[in-house]
T-cell receptor, first 113, second 114 residues
Framework: GQQVMQIPQYQHVQEGEDFTTYCNSS?????IQWYKQRPGGHPVFLIQ?????EVKKQKRLTFQFGEAKKNSSLHITATQTTDVGTYFC?????????????FGRGTSLIVHP | KAGVTQTPRYLIKTRGQQVTLSCSPI?????VSWYQQTPGQGLQFLFE???????NKGNFPGRFSGRQFSNSRSEMNVSTLELGDSALYLC?????????????FGEGSRLTVL
């Protein structure tokens, strides 16, 4: 079945440093989504990428979708303590006439002030 | 517009008991999915309902079941609870009929099995 791998599992950074998490799928994805989950919270949608090679920016966050639509990355420039949380990627897996969003294990970002 | 509402937020059960969790999706959303989140396994898909029909089911034993009502509210039930069922159970609703769009998650129901 489809798998979505995400690395690294954890990342410690000093405030102000950059951070990147990578997501790889075993199959081509029609789209990829990114979510953020704060400690003790629930996943919150950040963005969806659809096109091959697509790059989208949200302030200090840059999202990329690979040319082959099998990998993606999230880069945060100059991290802040408010960036702390676990970042998940999710890709749709076709099943039963709809799609099951399959989540990576997530990358937990720890920002040290 | 109200978000996804899950009840109860916290509950403690003992092994062998059963539990029912409830989820009210965002108004107008007809797709409801359930996920189990544990530190070791991440977010694992349980099942998805659309218009009262289960469209997809994850790789969980038959002790895990669910249903959806005509108003799109959904419930999931876990019978004969085991210690390993301790987890955060998240419900997510989606506007997109194919379930490929943004997922709106509830705050979850944290189940502890003793």
């Amino acid at each position: 079945g489809q798998q979505v791998m995400q690395i690294p599992q954890y990342q410690h950074v000093q405030e102000g440093e950059d951070f990147t998490t990578y997501c790889n799928s075993s199959t081509t994805l029609s789209n990829i989504q990114w979510y953020k989950q704060r400690p003790g919270g629930h996943p919150v949608f950040l963005i969806q990428l659809v096109k091959s090679g697509e790059v989208k920016k949200q302030k200090r966050l840059t999202f990329q979708f690979g040319e082959a639509k099998k990998n993606s990355s999230l880069h945060i420039t100059a991290t802040q303590t408010t960036d702390v949380g676990t970042y998940f990627c999710a890709g749709p897996h076709a099943s039963g006439g709809s799609y099951i969003p399959t989540f990576g294990r997530g990358t937990s970002l720890i920002v040290h002030p | 517009k109200a978000g996804v509402t899950q009840t109860p937020r916290y509950l403690i059960k003992t092994r062998g008991q059963q539990v029912t969790l409830s989820c009210s999706p965002i108004s107008g959303h007809r797709s409801v999915s359930w996920y189990q989140q544990t530190p070791g396994q991440g977010l694992q898909f349980l099942f998805e309902y659309f218009s009262e029909t289960q469209r997809n089911k994850g790789n969980f034993p038959g002790r895990f079941s669910g249903r959806q009502f005509s108003n799109s509210r959904s419930e999931m039930n876990v019978s004969t609870l085991e210690l390993g069922d301790s987890a955060l159970y998240l419900c997510a609703s989606s506007l997109n009929a194919e379930n490929t769009g943004e997922l709106f998650f509830g705050e979850g129901s944290r189940l502890t099995v003793l």
